[in-house]
């Protein structure tokens, strides 16, 4: 069977990454396709390197609706697809009218929680508009997807609200990581300096500005603690200044973008992890299969993968206080937060290994092909 994979583009992020680990795992008998619109390709050579086939229409312009539809329509003709599995909006929207026309099974994705109310208040006039219009798109052009496939219950419930679907309609499969590049340690708390790590985009959203005003009054009280903080954004200017005019450049080092993190979780003492909200909480699985003890924001996404003082510590979403006592109970309490990390990290590779995680999807593709009522001659008739 094949499977058209559509996608904006393979530029570097957090959806297009999962596609290529799923995609990649997919059994013989799937063969996918992977589609992308717009010509950030940072990915590109991966994909082509796992042996995925890939095209890419690279449009001009950041929407370019009109000759998209043209162009996808007239590829999907000619390949005949068994399924389309849309992600992202400019994505989705164009992969639904096609399917639509040419009644081709879609199945949508919701990866991100892009009505959250957080979101809605960090924008301007203009975005709010934006986004308002970009809804009305979405709402009208969801009811011509066959079912919906989210990569948590949160998203799930968020999205099924924000866009009117029946929640019925969507079912959920969580993203994975591959286990083996991550280094599992035991070995935590020995360091001479207890190291606290931050791994994500430098964004408000990610909530390093609290954690980096938190930890400024948690390390003026023990002179032993650090804390790292890897990856860049859009607010890494603000966020320097910050720990500059906090004079915590010995306890706080940024460090950019790295691409050594499974190393880092293997030897830092504890992650935290104080996002305002996610659509999958990627990092904070990888900080479980490391073995790390956690302190996490009490957000839903979170909550869905780690428990208050079983796998983890959560604390109040946006709250400097609470990351304060996050912080003291973590460096009091040393031998509780390593068996909350063994409990998570079994949790983790119960839930998402990566190969587990690619197998549900081929067998839900299947399902969905399968059940897709109007296809059945036409399935017949290719595999005659």
Same mark, same amino acid.
Not at 197 to 216: C, D, H, S, T, Y
């Given at each position: 069977?094949?499977?058209?994979? /559509? ?79 849309? /992600? ?20 949508? /994705? ?98 390093q500005f609290e954690l980096v005003r938190a930890f400024a009054v948690f390390a003026a009280k023990h002179n032993n603690v650090q804390l790292l903080i890897a990856g860049d954004g859009s607010a890494m200017e603000a966020l320097k200044l910050l720990v500059a005019e906090s004079k915590m450049e010995s306890n706080i080092t940024l460090l950019g973008n790295v691409n ?125």
């Amino acid at each position: 069977m094949k499977i058209l994979f /559509t996608i904006d583009s393979l530029q570097t992020g957090g959806a297009e990454k999962s596609t290529l680990d799923i995609v990649q795992r997919l059994p013989d008998h799937i063969r996918p396709i992977v589609v992308c619109f717009y010509s950030k390709l940072d990915l590109l050579e991966q994909f082509q390197k796992s042996g995925i086939q890939v095209k890419c229409f690279k449009l001009r312009g950041k929407y370019n609706f009109k000759q998209a539809t043209k162009v996808f329509t007239e590829y999907c003709i000619t390949e005949r697809p068994d399924l389309i599995v849309a /992600t992202l909006f400019r994505a989705e929207f164009i992969s639904r009218l096609v399917a639509h026309k040419l009644n081709i099974p879609i199945l949508g /994705t919701f990866v991100n929680d892009t009505y959250s109310k957080f979101e809605w208040q960090q924008l301007t006039v203009a975005m709010k508009c934006k986004i308002a219009f970009f809804w009305i798109l979405n709402k009208w052009s969801s009811r011509y997807c066959y079912r919906f496939l989210a990569n948590s219950e949160s998203i799930k419930a968020s999205n099924a609200r924000a866009l009117f679907i029946n929640p019925n309609l969507i079912d959920v499969i969580p993203r994975g990581r591959q286990l083996s590049q991550f280094v599992y340690s035991e070995e935590r708390f020995k360091n001479e300096k207890i190291t606290f790590l931050n791994v994500g985009r430098i964004i408000p959203r990610k909530g390093q500005f609290e954690l980096v005003r938190a930890f400024a009054v948690f390390a003026a009280k023990h002179n032993n603690v650090q804390l790292l903080i890897a990856g860049d954004g859009s607010a890494m200017e603000a966020l320097k200044l910050l720990v500059a005019e906090s004079k915590m450049e010995s306890n706080i080092t940024l460090l950019g973008n790295v691409n050594n993190v499974p190393e880092l979780l293997s030897c830092a003492d504890v992650f935290v992890f104080p996002s305002w909200y996610e659509g999958f909480s990627g990092a904070l699985v990888e900080a479980m299969i490391a073995g790390i003890p956690i302190l996490a924001s009490d957000i839903p996404m979170n909550k869905e993968a780690v428990t208050h003082l079983q796998d983890a510590y959560l604390f109040k979403v946006k709250s400097q206080e609470s990351i304060i006592e996050a912080l003291e109970f973590a460096l009091a309490n040393q031998v509780k937060m390593c068996s909350f990390a063994q409990s998570a990290r079994n949790k983790a590779v119960a839930s998402y290994d990566i190969n587990s995680v690619a197998k549900q999807h081929a067998d839900y593709y299947t399902r969905i092909i399968d059940a897709y009522p109007s296809t059945h001659s036409e399935k017949a008739a290719k595999r005659s």
